[in-house]
């Protein structure tokens, strides 16, 4: 579909839907992933591949299941999600210390080049999202939004 038809909304009554909290929280994510895809689709990572390069980087170390409990995943999927990163040489798993039957998480040299150049691509993703909200607005959104299903934060 060209960037015309997209542009063009429907003459269709959308009944409810548009004051719905769950209805504007997908039409934002719908715009907020076309956008982080536009920013930094080329590397092959995705929102939540993100997520995960970044909280490994910070907790060098961290077991996968810390991880799986800081991403909400379960942990199957994060021995996949870990498994292809490992593949692309980002991540490497080593024997966790006390327990060494678990794995602890570190980022390779490779991984730690491509999350400083996605942070730096992710900012300035960030900054077109907000393009329309003040700084004030934007603290205000995001605190809203965790005080929606704060057991998740």
């Given amino acids: 579909?060209?960037?015309?038809?997209?542009?063009?909304?429907?003459?269709?009554?959308?009944?409810?839907?548009?004051?719905?909290?769950?209805y504007q929280l997908r039409l934002a994510q719908i715009a907020i992933f076309r956008d982080f895809n536009s920013s930094v689709g080329a590397l092959d990572v995705s929102p939540g591949l993100f997520g995960v390069l970044v909280i490994i980087d910070?907790?060098?170390?961290?077991?996968?299941?810390?991880?799986a409990k800081a991403t909400h995943l379960d942990?199957?999927?994060?021995?996949?999600?870990?498994?292809?990163?490992?593949?692309?040489?980002?991540?490497?798993?080593?024997?966790?210390?006390?327990?060494?039957?678990a794995y602890a998480l570190v980022l390779t040299p490779d991984g730690v080049k491509l999350v400083r150049k996605l942070k730096t691509l992710v900012r300035e993703h960030?900054?077109?999202?907000?393009?329309?909200?003040?700084?004030?607005?934007?603290?205000q959104l995001v605190r809203l939004l965790q005080r929606i299903f704060p057991e998740l934060r």
């Fill in 126 to 139: 960030e900054s077109r999202l907000c393009a329309n909200l003040s700084n004030q607005e934007r603290e």
């Fill in 1 to 22: 579909m060209d960037a015309k038809k997209r542009s063009e909304k429907p003459d269709l009554d959308l009944d409810l839907l548009p004051g719905l909290i769950g």
């Fill in 58 to 67: 910070a907790n060098a170390g961290l077991t996968q299941n810390a991880l």
């Fill in 75 to 101: 942990r199957s999927t994060v021995v996949t999600v870990i498994d292809k990163l490992e593949e692309r040489g980002l991540v490497q798993r080593r024997a966790a210390v006390p327990d060494r039957r």
